[in-house]
Antibody, heavy 120, light 107 residues
């Protein structure tokens, strides 16, 4: 059974760094890509970045200067770090699995989400 | 970046009514288009991938169509459990981009 679970602090102070962990089960990080997607309260979805199965990363250019995605395959974990947080970084952060369905890759499984509030 | 223009922003449908949601891409995305349903307080769930392929376990009243820059999601016979927000996602080029969402309610 494919599962992803995000974890991290619910509250981060402005200008500080957000650290989130996505722990996966039911599939291998060396065979599947994992993405991070976020959603401000009451708003739409924003793709943040991706950890490829081979360790390569891609980032949303709007966040690239602040964002880092890494992993520990032995622990089945993918990490997100984003610095210089501001209040508009408040929202729910999801990790998702990328799966080859048909002719292209698609995010077919999502974690429950981690709620992050940026506030002093 | 590829812009995804989704319409309408909101929709109200009666039980059994057929509804359609549209997404237009700012350039050809070669059917690399997925549709998600998000219910209140939950994670998005995949409905349709590669523009028209139904994800396993999704009711057959959901269907997708389109090519190039124009795509649509159709629900043939609105059910109470279909209430939620629907998003399109293009996976043709990084950064992946989502439509702004369509809020669907039962009338």
């Amino acid at each position: 059974q494919v599962q992803l679970k995000e974890s991290g602090p619910g509250l981060v102070q402005p200008s500080q760094t957000l650290s989130l962990t996505c722990t996966v089960s039911g599939f291998s990080l060396t065979s599947y890509n994992v993405h991070w997607v976020r959603q401000p309260p009451g708003k739409g979805l924003e793709w943040m970045g991706r950890m490829r199965y081979n360790g390569d990363t891609s980032y949303n250019s709007a966040l690239k200067s602040r964002l880092s995605i890494s992993r520990d395959t032995s622990k089945n974990q993918v990490f997100l770090k984003m610095n210089s947080l501001q209040t508009d970084d408040t929202g729910t952060y999801y990790c998702t699995r990328d799966n080859l369905l048909g002719y292209n890759y698609v995010m077919d499984a999502w974690g429950q989400g981690a709620s992050v509030t940026v506030s002093s | 970046d590829i812009q995804m223009t989704q319409s309408p922003p909101s929709l109200s449908a009666s039980l059994g009514e057929t509804v359609s949601i549209e997404c237009r891409a700012s350039e050809d995305i070669y059917s690399n288009l997925a549709w998600y349903q998000q219910k209140s307080g939950k994670s998005p769930q995949l409905l349709i991938y590669y523009a028209s392929s139904l994800q396993d376990g999704v009711p057959s009243r959901f269907s997708g169509s389109g090519s190039g820059t124009q795509y649509s999601l159709k629900i043939s016979g609105m059910q109470p459990e279909d209430e939620g927000v629907y998003y399109c996602l293009q996976g043709s080029k990084y950064p992946y981009t989502f439509g702004a969402g369509t809020k669907l309610e039962l009338k």
